[in-house]
Nanobody, 124 residues
Framework: QVRLVASGGAWVQPGESLRLSCVAT????????IGWFRQAPGKEREGVAC????????NAVDAVKGRFTISRDNAKNTTYLHMTSLKPEDTAVYYC?????????????????WGQGTAVTVSS
C-alpha cells in the first residue's frame, strides 16, 4: 500500500518562498511519477508541477513556471515543490499524487495514489 504524506504548508507573505515535501512509503521512488496539484477555495483542482518516473523529466504549468520547481530525493523517498515569489493567487491546499511508471502529467485521473494535502496561504 502506497502512502503519501504532504507537509510544509504555511502562511506566508507575498514574495516569500516555501518548500513543500511529499514523503512516499514506497520501495523505490524513481518508479513513480509524482504530481503536485492544488485546489483553491471555490475552484477546481489544478495541476501545478510534475516529474516523470525513471527519467525525471519535469514540467510546470504556465501560472507557476519560473517560480515553482519540482525535484526529488530518491534516497529519502521525498519529492519537493520549491515555491518562490509567492502570490496571493497561489493560496490553496496542495496535494501530491503518485503513479507507477508514468510520464509527467497534469491530469489528476492518471494518478492512483494521493496525499492528504497541505495548506498554503499567501497574504499580507
Amino acid at each position: 500500500q502506497v502512502r503519501l504524506v504532504a507537509s510544509g504548508g504555511a502562511w506566508v507573505q507575498p514574495g516569500e518562498s516555501l518548500r513543500l515535501s511529499c514523503v512516499a512509503t514506497v520501495e523505490s521512488l524513481d518508479y513513480y511519477a509524482i504530481g503536485w496539484f492544488r485546489q483553491a477555495p471555490g475552484k477546481e483542482r489544478e495541476g501545478v508541477a510534475c516529474i516523470s518516473s525513471n527519467d525525471d523529466h519535469t514540467n510546470a504549468v504556465d501560472a507557476v513556471k519560473g517560480r515553482f520547481t519540482i525535484s526529488r530525493d530518491n534516497a529519502k523517498n521525498t519529492t519537493y515543490l520549491h515555491m518562490t515569489s509567492l502570490k496571493p493567487e497561489d493560496t490553496a491546499v496542495y496535494y501530491c499524487a503518485a503513479e507507477t511508471y508514468h510520464s509527467c502529467t497534469f491530469i489528476g485521473s492518471k494518478y492512483y495514489y494521493w496525499g492528504q494535502g497541505t495548506a498554503v496561504t499567501v497574504s499580507s
